[in-house]
């Protein structure tokens, strides 16, 4: 199993930059996928980006060259590392983890961008 702990969302104005964390419970090195999801009310939770074991990284377009993911396998940790901020960037970030075919998912922190 893998629990997940997210922290480092907030409010930020239009522009700002923010950086989240997630905390695994076991060596990132061995889980085969992180990445993180964002889910606004209303609609399905989006995938924002992945990092593979190998690191090898996958991010959908509207968040290319504003959001940069990365991991410190010593820290069981990968953060997502936000620039440039828009108010349609608000949600709720979650991180997730694949690993032995299965699904992890963190609680969840609120991002909220302010025009």
């Known amino acids: 199993q893998v629990q997940l702990v997210e922290s480092g969302g907030g409010l930020v104005q239009t522009g700002g930059s923010l950086r989240l964390s997630c905390v695994a419970s076991?060596?990132?090195?061995?889980?085969?996928?992180m990445g993180w999801y964002r889910q606004v009310p209303g609609k399905q939770r989006e995938f924002i980006v992945q990092i593979v074991s190998s690191g090898i990284t996958n991010y959908i377009e509207s968040v290319k060259g504003r959001f940069t993911i990365s991991r410190d396998i010593s820290k069981n940790t990968v953060y997502l590392q936000m620039n440039s901020l828009k108010p349609e960037d608000t949600a709720v970030y979650y991180c997730y983890a694949y690993y032995n075919v299965r699904e992890y998912w963190g609680q969840g922190t609120q991002v909220t961008v302010s025009s």
């Open positions: 076991r060596n990132i090195a061995s889980i085969n996928a």
